[in-house]
């Protein structure tokens, strides 16, 4: 079984940044698609940004887009959210989450994904 592993999470300032950590455990990880998701108590669980080597694609929320950054070590099993200049608005609970079959058109969804991570809080506060 997967299991994930995430840390980084913290207060910041806004304009600040932070790195977070996914761990992956098990073999094939990169086979695996990966994604970040967020949740908070205005909004109800979205899509940051996921990366699929299998399928060569990466796709990050407009709302991001620039500023946060997907990437990953393979012979780590690690995969991470660099998040750069970031604003109140992006406060909340941040989640890891992998899936090894999830097709294009599923990836954006929270329920398609089978293995997920215990969440690491984001606040951005003054």
């Known amino acids: 079984q997967v299991q994930l592993v995430e840390s980084g999470g913290g207060l910041v300032e806004p304009g600040g940044s932070l790195r977070l950590s996914c761990v992956a455990s098990g073999r094939g990880f990169g086979n695996y698609a990966m994604a970040w998701f967020r949740q908070s108590t205005e909004k109800e669980r979205e899509i940051v940004t996921v990366d699929s080597r299998r399928r060569g694609v990466t796709w990050t929320a407009s709302s991001v887009k620039g500023r946060f950054t997907i990437s990953r070590d393979n012979a780590k099993n690690t995969v991470y959210l660099q998040m750069n200049n970031l604003k109140s608005e992006d406060t909340g609970v941040y989640y890891c989450?992998?899936?090894?079959?999830?097709?294009?058109?599923?990836?954006?969804?929270?329920?398609?994904?089978?293995?997920w991570g215990q969440g690491t809080q984001v606040t951005v506060s003054s």
């Open positions: 989450a992998a899936d090894s079959t999830v097709i294009y058109s599923a990836m954006f969804e929270a329920r398609n994904y089978d293995y």
